[in-house]
Nanobody, 128 residues
Framework: QVQLVESGGGLVQAGDSLRLSCAAS????????MAWFRQAPGKEREFVSSISWSGRNTYYADSVKGRFTISRDDAKITVYLQMNSLKPEDTAVYYC?????????????????????WGQGTQVTVSS
C-alpha cells in the first residue's frame, strides 16, 4: 500500500505561480509512475501530467504544456508540480496518483483507471 498526501494548493491571481507537492509513504521501495490529475466543479477528472519512475520521461496535457513542470526527488518519494502563468481555467482540485510500473516504464498513463493510489486532493483557485 502507498499513501499519498498533496500540499501546496491555494488562492492566487491569474499569472501567478504555485508548486504542488505529493509525498508518498508506505511501500515506496517498489517502482511507481506518478501523475497529477485535476477536477473542476461539474467536470470529470482529467490528466494533467505524469512522470516515469526514473524521472527522465514526463508528459503533459496540451492545456498545461509549457506552463507546468512535473518532477520528482532523487529518493522518488516526493513529486512536484510547478505551475506557472496560472489561468482561471486551471481552477480545480488537484490529485496526485501513483501506480506500479517497471523500472524502465515510460510513465505515460493518462487514464484515471490506470492508477491504484490517490491522494485526497488540494484545491487550486485562480482568480482573474
Amino acid at each position: 500500500q502507498v499513501q499519498l498526501v498533496e500540499s501546496g494548493g491555494g488562492l492566487v491571481q491569474a499569472g501567478d505561480s504555485l508548486r504542488l507537492s505529493c509525498a508518498a509513504s508506505g511501500r515506496t521501495s517498489s517502482s511507481y509512475a506518478m501523475a497529477w490529475f485535476r477536477q473542476a466543479p461539474g467536470k470529470e477528472r482529467e490528466f494533467v501530467s505524469s512522470i516515469s519512475w526514473s524521472g527522465r520521461n514526463t508528459y503533459y496535457a496540451d492545456s498545461v504544456k509549457g506552463r507546468f513542470t512535473i518532477s520528482r526527488d532523487d529518493a522518488k518519494i516526493t513529486v512536484y508540480l510547478q505551475m506557472n502563468s496560472l489561468k482561471p481555467e486551471d481552477t480545480a482540485v488537484y490529485y496526485c496518483a501513483a501506480r506500479k510500473t517497471p523500472y524502465s516504464g515510460s510513465g505515460y498513463y493518462p487514464g484515471t483507471n490506470e492508477y491504484n493510489y490517490w491522494g485526497q486532493g488540494t484545491q487550486v483557485t485562480v482568480s482573474s
